[in-house]
């Protein structure tokens, strides 16, 4: 059974920081690709970064683009998001989710139909 389960998420003031944790268990994932997406009330859930477990690559939404890094930590199986530079539109709630597909163009990891296991989410709220 597939875990994923988020943390690191709060409140803080524009500009500030926050690192998202995202703990990973009940299989191996060295043949997956990572991601973390955001929703916000109202709005679709969108896609914010990615990584694959084996190799490294990361691949980034615009909007957070030279803000927010994604990286992971083998020997713990966990995956971080560290947001940087954090703007009141950065307010959602982040979603860790895991994608067993290997596709070569990472674009394909922006889309959430290619995922196959969610975290239950975690709340960032930034405010003025």
Same mark, same amino acid.
């Given at each position: 059974?597939?875990?994923?389960?988020?943390?690191?998420?709060?409140?803080?003031?524009?500009?500030?920081?926050?690192?998202?944790?995202?703990?990973?268990?009940?299989?191996?994932?060295?043949?997956?690709?990572?991601?973390?997406?955001?929703?916000?009330?109202?709005? /679709?859930?969108?896609? @914010?970064?990615?990584?694959?477990? $084996?190799?490294?690559?990361? &691949?980034? %939404?615009?909007?957070?683009?030279? *803000?927010?890094?994604?990286?992971?930590?083998?020997?713990?199986?966990?995956?971080?998001?560290?947001?940087?530079?954090?703007?009141? /539109?950065?307010?959602? @709630?982040?979603?860790?989710?895991? $994608?067993?597909?290997?596709? &070569?163009? %990472?674009?394909?990891?922006?889309? *959430?139909?290619?995922?196959?296991?969610?975290?239950?989410?975690?709340?960032?709220?930034?405010?003025?």
């Amino acid at each position: 059974q597939v875990q994923l389960v988020e943390s690191g998420g709060g409140l803080v003031q524009t500009g500030g920081s926050l690192r998202l944790s995202c703990a990973a268990g009940g299989r191996t994932f060295s043949s997956y690709t990572m991601g973390w997406f955001r929703q916000a009330p109202g709005k /679709e859930r969108e896609f @914010v970064a990615a990584i694959r477990w $084996s190799g490294g690559d990361t &691949y980034y %939404g615009d909007s957070v683009k030279g *803000r927010f890094t994604i990286s992971r930590d083998n020997a713990k199986i966990t995956v971080y998001l560290q947001m940087n530079s954090l703007k009141l /539109e950065d307010t959602a @709630v982040y979603y860790c989710a895991a $994608s067993s597909r290997f596709y &070569y163009s %990472g674009i394909n990891y922006f889309d *959430r139909y290619r995922y196959d296991y969610w975290g239950q989410g975690t709340q960032v709220t930034v405010s003025a």
